[in-house]
């Protein structure tokens, strides 16, 4: 297979995740930047049924570093971009997800989850409440055919039962830049002063000429940043005024990966699925308290009883020196029990040793822990470690 070959020899951290190669390569589907990306030297990869860059020309790791250290573009338009429209839209969204958008104020956002009736995680996704009568809706491109699915089954529901909901799948391109320069990038191309769009919120703008951009600040890098959703035509030109900055650099799917895992942050389908519930995956943080009280989100019976109960297993961090900890090394105990398993893992570039994330036994959950993971069939020692590991540098004001 030409394009796993691709990656084991352009990216050295085994890049995999459950979505990678799993469609035949004449069937990708590719953004408005495919060509823009290879004229730029980008190793096109599989990724969730699009072919996308995994890198460019620089190594993962000085790619990883200079999003740390200033500023780089990804794409991200194969994520699925959803307007809710309707004066019913509100009680539509949360319908389906656990966070209270009533209570969003305009143009402000939030990390949410699509949970099924048994409390397991369909997508994770951010929900904005824009001033302009609709919710701007981001998912994974990896969920997109589930998630329009589920929206579209519960529109039906809610248009039968006379509620005033529209659902309309936008055809944007999505680009995020992300870094600690970024504002300084944009604000060049921006009338607006960048400095009151704080984290989590989200704007419409003219950027560098583009009209219609949908400015969000957001990311999953862990670092300032923002996501702009902006009309197919003009995402080329966008990219390469942004590109034009000598502090930017492109950047692909291997930095994104190691740069969220950094964060804390998870990858659905490895991370986070159908069969982990919001306290399992110690996401509780994302359902609204209102939410919390009425139960009346897919799933609460399920999720809500947990918060108290506590779980068997919980996502935890590792951190380990020596070989690299991937997804699937078992984690053991200090007697050599299998507790758990590593659900995303690779060597940290900032902090240069091995990161990993995973769920174990709650016994074994708390901050501190001595545990040990299975490689190569030999255990070696890890600890469980808080998360974010690199601090996050949220702009908030
Ligand atoms: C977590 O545990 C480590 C020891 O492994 C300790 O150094 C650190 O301060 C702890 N962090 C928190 C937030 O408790």
């Keep these: 297979h030409r394009l796993k070959s691709a990656v084991a020899v352009f990216h050295p951290w085994t890049f ?14 590719k953004t408005p930047l495919f060509d823009f990306h290879r004229d730029q030297g980008g190793k096109m990869v599989e990724f969730a049924g699009w072919s996308m860059p995994v890198q460019y020309k620089d190594s993962h790791i000085a790619s990883h570093m200079h999003t740390r250290e200033h500023c780089s573009i990804f794409d991200v338009s ?66 997109a055919d589930k998630d329009s699915a589920h929206m579209k089954a519960r529109l039906a529901e809610f248009k039968y039962a006379g509620f005033d909901v529209d659902l309309e799948f936008l055809d944007c391109a999505l680009i995020a830049v992300q870094g600690p320069t970024m504002s300084r990038v944009l604000q060049a191309g921006l009338k607006e002063d960048l400095s009151k769009l704080t984290f989590m919120t989200s704007a419409l703008a003219t950027v560098f000429g583009v009209p219609d951009c949908r400015v969000t600040r957001c990311g999953y890098t862990g670092e300032d940043g923002v996501e702009i959703s902006i009309p197919e035509s003009r995402v080329v030109e966008l990219t390469e005024k942004l590109a034009a900055n000598s502090e930017v650099k492109l950047a692909g799917l291997g930095a994104r990966d190691s740069l969220r895992l950094e964060a804390g942050l998870c990858l659905y389908g490895n991370d986070i699925d159908e069969t982990t519930t919001p306290v399992e995956a110690t996401l509780v943080w994302t359902i609204g308290k209102r939410r919390r009280q009425a139960k009346d989100f897919p799933g609460a019976d399920i999720i809500v009883p947990q918060i108290k109960a506590k779980t068997a297993r919980k996502r ?40 990993a994330m995973g769920y174990v036994d709650a016994a074994f959950a708390k901050n501190g822990t001595g545990i040990q993971v299975e490689v190569r069939k030999k ?10 590991f690199v601090p996050t540098k949220y702009y908030t004001g």
């Design 16 to 29: 995999t995740t459950s979505l990678m190669f799993s469609f035949p390569q004449a069937a990708l589907k």
């Design 78 to 143: 194969h994520m699925l971009q959803t307007n809710v429209h309707g004066k019913d839209r509100v009680k539509f969204m949360e319908s389906l997800v656990v966070a209270d958008i009533a209570e969003l104020k305009d143009n402000q956002g939030t990390l949410t989850l699509f949970t099924n009736e048994k409390g397991g995680i369909i997508d994770d996704l951010i929900v904005t409440k824009t001033d302009q009568g609709y919710l701007y809706v981001v998912s994974n491109a990896g969920c």
């Design 379 to 388: 255990a070696v020692p890890a600890t469980v470690s808080k998360m974010p």
């Design 316 to 355: 935890v961090g590792l951190v380990s020196t020596g070989p690299p900890v991937r997804q699937h090394t078992p984690i053991l105990s200090p007697d050599g029990k299998v507790i758990g398993e590593v659900t995303s893992g690779c060597p940290s570039p900032c902090l240069k040793n091995n990161i």
